[in-house]
T-cell receptor
Framework: AQTVTQSQPEMSVQEAETVTLSCTYDTSESDYYLFWYKQPPSRQMILVIRQEAYKQQNATENRFSVNFQKAAKSFSLKISDSQLGDAAMYFCAYAAGGGSQGNLIFGKGTKLSVKP | NAGVTQTPKFRVLKTGQSMTLLCAQDMNHEYMYWYRQDPGMGLRLIHYSVGEGTTAKGEVPDGYNVSRLKKQNFLLGLESAAPSQTSVYFC?????????????FGPGTRLTVT
């Protein structure tokens, strides 16, 4: 079975600095997708960034970028120029490809605090 | 365009009571999902549906039933609530095909069973 592990329950960063959140996963599939979701105190789940396993290029969305290491099964999220609004729970998630129904498997999350 | 909405937002039940959570989406998505989120945990899939009239079990289906009579609605039922079902419930929807992974989430329902 596929699993997703986030080894950092909590992280803290100074405003305007850079922080990296870690995620590792386990799968025997070759076709899959990886995601980072943000959950602010409002509870709304917001998709931050996604990566297709077949793409070697790391995904980037404005201040958010990933370091996808397929052989190591690692998928870290880098937040640059951190802002107070980035404070939230961040969840790493996995979805098998190949025509599956898009079921997501989530890690336990990392709580990010941003200090002014 | 409201996206995904959930009713109610909060609910307190006594053990043994029943209730239904309603999820509605206005994006014409084929796929819909129900997740639960417990403290210190990520979201776990309860049930999902790949189209009107179809449902399937996810990771933690016991104690729940679902129905998808209309494409835009996905109902989650608790027939006899237990304290272990105290959780925050999220509904999500996504288009079919390769974009099935682009899930849009509702705001969540906080359920407490005493």
């Amino acid at each position: 079975a596929q699993t997703v592990t986030q080894s950092q329950p909590e992280m803290s960063v100074q405003e305007a600095e850079t922080v990296t959140l870690s995620c590792t996963y386990d799968t025997s599939e070759s076709d899959y997708y990886l995601f980072w979701y943000k959950q602010p105190p409002s509870r709304q789940m917001i998709l931050v960034i996604r990566q297709e396993a077949y793409k070697q290029q790391n995904a980037t969305e404005n201040r958010f970028s990933v370091n996808f290491q397929k052989a190591a099964k690692s998928f870290s999220l880098k937040i640059s120029d951190s802002q107070l609004g980035d404070a939230a729970m961040y969840f790493c998630a996995y979805a098998a490809g190949g025509g599956s129904q898009g079921n997501l498997i989530f890690g336990k999350g990392t709580k990010l605090s941003v200090k002014p | 365009n409201a996206g995904v909405t959930q009713t109610p937002k909060f609910r307190v039940l006594k053990t043994g009571q029943s209730m239904t959570l309603l999820c509605a989406q206005d994006m014409n998505h084929e796929y819909m999902y129900w997740y639960r989120q417990d403290p210190g945990m990520g979201l776990r899939l309860i049930h999902y549906s790949v189209g009107e009239g179809t449902t399937a079990k996810g990771e933690v289906p016991d104690g729940y039933n679902v129905s998808r009579l209309k494409k835009q609605n996905f109902l989650l039922g608790l027939e006899s609530a237990a304290p272990s079902q105290t959780s925050v419930y999220f509904c999500a929807s996504s288009p079919r095909g390769f974009r099935a992974y682009e899930q849009y989430f509702g705001p969540g329902t906080r359920l407490t069973v005493t």
